[in-house]
């Protein structure tokens, strides 16, 4: 059954629904339906892994494989394992997904207890990781800002890409490739991603139009600890966390 409007139903009808409020992407998302992805039967819950502590220190993190979740990040982890279980209750049907970095995991993890789900059983997919920063990954903002100027571009909101890293072409590349590659589920599933990678990825299942001199399409940027869902090519914000945006 197609699923209208910010209101979904589970499957199952022992659950309750939910009303999520629709995100301010949702006009854009209706006027580009040319650019939107083939719907898929299932929803999808994308979410922000918490703070950790390269985001405390003003470093950027990029693809760096295992930068640690500080103690407010696991409490964002905490609180969006608290708003899945009271939209979707215990052991709800969802396929696991997650970047293959530390502090995707470990937020996947907290929020699979809040579940009852086992973590053990999550999946992980390279296409999901962060957007590599080159040579400036792993430095600080503040001694990129001395160099050369911000390298956040608050005009488009975007964080300006590293000579030698990843250009958001690239992303929405991988990242559709990962959709195209997994699709054909027709169930429900939830994916713990990267500030930059999940805005692209959101983009792209939107239909959104393509940022201004980046190439592709970028969602609007919400907190570490955020939970999105996405169905029908529209997206609704389960969970708008407290976290800072710095990638």
């Known amino acids: 059954m197609r699923r209208r409007g910010c209101k979904f139903h589970e499957r199952n009808t022992t659950r309750k629904s939910v009303a999520f409020a629709p995100q301010a992407v949702e006009t854009a998302t209706m006027a580009s339906k040319a650019r939107a992805r083939p719907e898929r039967l299932g929803r999808d819950f994308i979410a922000r892994h918490g703070e950790t502590v390269f985001n405390t220190a003003g470093r950027l993190q990029g693809d760096h494989a295992h930068t640690p979740l500080t103690r407010t990040g696991f409490a964002q982890a905490d609180e969006m394992g608290t708003a899945l279980r009271a939209a979707l209750g215990a052991k709800p049907k969802l396929t696991l997904w997650a970047s293959p970095t530390g502090r995707a995991l470990q937020t996947l993890a907290v929020i699979a207890e809040h579940l009852d789900l086992d973590w053990h059983q999550a999946q992980t ?28 571009d608050h005009a488009a909101g975007m964080l300006v890409p590293a000579p030698d890293g990843e250009t958001y072409t690239a992303i929405a590349t991988r ?55 996405i169905a029908g090519g529209v997206e609704h914000l389960v969970h708008n966390g407290r976290g800072g945006e710095r990638a």
């Open 125 to 152: 997919d390279q296409r999901l990781i962060e957007i590599d920063m080159g040579g400036w990954g792993g430095r600080y903002y503040a001694d990129l800002a001395i160099e050369r100027g911000s390298i956040v």
């Open 175 to 229: 990242v559709s490739a990962w959709l195209d590659d997994t699709d054909g589920d027709s169930g429900d599933r939830l994916v713990i991603m990267h500030g930059i990678s999940s805005r692209v990825m959101r983009g792209v299942m939107t239909g959104l139009p393509d940022v201004p001199g980046y190439h592709a399409p970028a969602a609007v940027s919400l907190p570490q600890g955020s939970v999105v869902m």
